[in-house]
């Protein structure tokens, strides 16, 4: 991978590789990059004949440099402030408060999944990190992750990167509850979308 006068280029041992990037993972990548990306950069795969599987070079290229956004760490979802006992419930809130509470008490029973929409400041990131809290409190032996759709498409672009899709995969298909805020960032963003219809698919 390199960075070369606003293109990314990603370097393939074969032609092979590359027609499948380019037929499967092109788009995705782009999507990626729009999301996260202050710069306005395109991606462009080559082949490599002096490719060596043997040893790779180990390539260090800093988010800066593209000028990517660094994921925000992603909560524990155990935070004591964020719980259902802290929640302020409103007329605006009611029911989206009563379908989180559901899923809490009986993951995986009612409400699967649950979509949570609404304006901003109403709660929304509240409620997924009080489920988690409270999953991770009653149940547990459940595996509970709390994502922002940041920090799964840069988990995503980097599987792609080293070659570690199915890894990606096994890791959110080995979730019993799996939170993802913010996820209207994949709206728009086609080849991001099929992909993690088939991770969960």
Do not use: C
């Amino acid at each position: 991978m390199a960075f070369d006068e606003g293109e990314l280029v990603l370097v393939v041992p074969n032609g092979l590789q590359k027609e499948r990037i380019e037929g499967r993972y092109l788009g995705l990548v782009q999507d990626a990059i729009d999301a996260t990306s202050a710069h306005d950069l395109s991606v462009r795969v080559e082949i490599d004949t002096n490719w060596s599987t043997e040893n790779p070079p180990e390539i260090k290229l800093p988010a800066a440099d593209l000028g990517l956004a660094t994921p925000a760490p992603s909560p524990a979802g155990r935070d004591e402030k964020f719980t259902f006992e802290h929640f302020v419930i409103g007329p605006s809130n009611r029911f989206a408060h009563a379908a989180a509470l559901s899923v809490a008490e009986t993951p995986a029973a009612s409400y699967n999944p649950l979509f949570v929409h609404g304006d901003s400041g109403l709660g929304k990131t509240h409620l997924l990190r009080g489920i988690a809290h409270y999953v991770a409190s009653h149940y547990p032996t459940y595996r509970v992750r709390y994502v922002s759709t940041e920090t799964f498409l840069n988990e995503f672009v980097e599987a792609i990167r080293t070659n570690a899709l199915p890894k990606f995969k096994r890791r959110y298909r080995d979730i019993d509850v799996l939170l993802i805020d913010d996820i209207q960032f994949m709206e728009g963003k086609d080849g991001l979308q099929e992909e993690f219809f088939h991770t969960f698919n």
